[in-house]
């Protein structure tokens, strides 16, 4: 991966700073990514509380696995116990859609700050801020999943997700102001 060094270096040259100039092929290499998402995670409380899966496929197996409570018995000394802990995995498959993140810094920024011995940290701070924003906006107005509206219809967010799943409850709110 090349350093923030390299890439400002070629923002330089070239005038414009964009992802593809990170990677060949223009996708984050798995390790890229996984400092993005820590980047973007560790820049916003909201995240930092919710539970974020990483994978290098788009598709991964959640393992959620369920116990069988109340087992402990008292057995007599010789004799074998009736019921044994036992478990099942409850998870499930998630199911990825890939996704570009655009960006974009004027070349005056890079200019302005040339000498700013924090401006790594700036841009790092900023960007993991916007992408963190828009994660969570996306999980409470999220609609769909196939983007036809834009935005809103990029990924169905978890609001939707709850209307929509017939295991969650639903509570009927007319008449509360």
């Known amino acids: 991966m090349p350093t923030f060094k390299e890439i400002m270096e070629e923002f330089s040259k070239s005038g414009e700073f964009r992802p593809e100039h990170m990677n060949v092929g223009r996708t984050l290499r798995p390790e890229e990514s996984d400092k993005f998402i820590d980047l973007v995670v560790t820049k916003c409380d909201f995240l930092q509380k919710v539970t974020i899966e990483k994978c290098n496929k788009l598709e991964k197996d959640i393992n959620v696995w369920e116990f069988i409570q109340e087992v402990l018995q008292r057995v007599p000394e010789g004799k074998e116990p009736e019921n044994y802990t036992g478990f099942a995995n409850v998870g499930k498959k998630l199911r990825l859609m890939d ?12 200019e302005d700050n040339a000498k700013n011995p924090r401006r790594e940290g700036m ?33 169905t967010g978890w609001i939707e997700k709850v209307k929509t799943s017939t295991g969650s409850k639903k509570l009927d709110s007319t008449g509360y102001e």
């Open 123 to 155: 841009i790092e701070g900023r960007l993991a801020e916007v992408y963190s924003r828009d994660l969570i906006r996306m999980g409470f107005i999220g609609q769909k999943d196939d983007y036809s509206s834009g935005f809103k219809t990029l990924n």
């Open 99 to 110: 996704g570009t993140l655009f960006s974009f810094i004027p070349f005056s920024f890079y």
